[in-house]
């Protein structure tokens, strides 16, 4: 059985909320779902120390983001699992739909995708699934670009064989659980709203099915890291 793997990092946090540590701390497992694809749960936390002491306050997660590590080079039979668990399979998981933007059930680029190939070459490829900042640390504290780039940092770092460089990919979407939180957005528009906050992130389009009225109707976004 391939084994679970965890890492952290750590790294000083100054601003108005008071100074302390930001954590990112990674676990890799075997996906459940996919063979060919070794999933990522990563939590952010932030631990403030209280003001003119070196006491610490209780760790408050910030947020979490859980994606997959897609191995392009696992083979049953001589047949590439990824193509057909990911790219002939019809299942709703983020993964298979970002999959299925980008590559025919053959495993090649679609036309969108045709100028794509120094970004899709690699052996593996990195899918966020989601990516959650909670409430109270969303509204342009600075919290989202943190993780975000707390995350593409430990990536080349992970243990276990795991460690990763390369395109991570994003479909630009609102988390399930945070719909109550904006009843009056559709789907088209918080991608579309997300889609600028990854923009400023350092993401560009790869895809975009909204635009082209096909499949499945998402956004892909990648950078490489």
Known sequence: MTPTITT?????????????????????????????????TTTFSLQLTVAGTTQQQP???????????????????????????LCKNKDNSEVSQQSRALFTANGARRPAARDLAEQLKGDRLVH?????IKAQY???QGFGRLAIDAFHAILPLLNGGDAYSGTVLLAPGM???????????????????LQGVYAGYGYTVFV??????????????GKIV
């Not at 760790?59 to 668990?85: C, F, M, Y």
């Not at 988390?175 to 709203?193: G, N, S, T, V």
């Open 8 to 40: 952290t990092s750590q790294q000083p946090y100054t601003s108005p909320l008071g100074n302390g540590t930001f954590t990112t701390t990674v676990t890799v497992r075997q996906d459940t779902n996919h063979s060919c694809c070794r999933q990522i």
């Open 59 to 85: 760790s408050n997660e910030v947020g979490h983001l859980i994606a997959n590590i897609v191995d392009k080079t696992a083979k049953v039979r001589g047949k590439p699992l990824w193509i057909s668990q």
């Open 128 to 132: 966020v699934e989601t990516f959650k």
């Open 138 to 140: 969303r509204n342009g």
């Open 175 to 193: 988390p399930l659980d945070c719909r109550d939180d904006y009843p009056k957005m559709d789907d088209e528009k918080a991608a579309r709203r």
């Open 208 to 221: 975009d099915d909204y635009a082209a009225n096909v499949r499945d109707y998402i956004i892909v976004m």
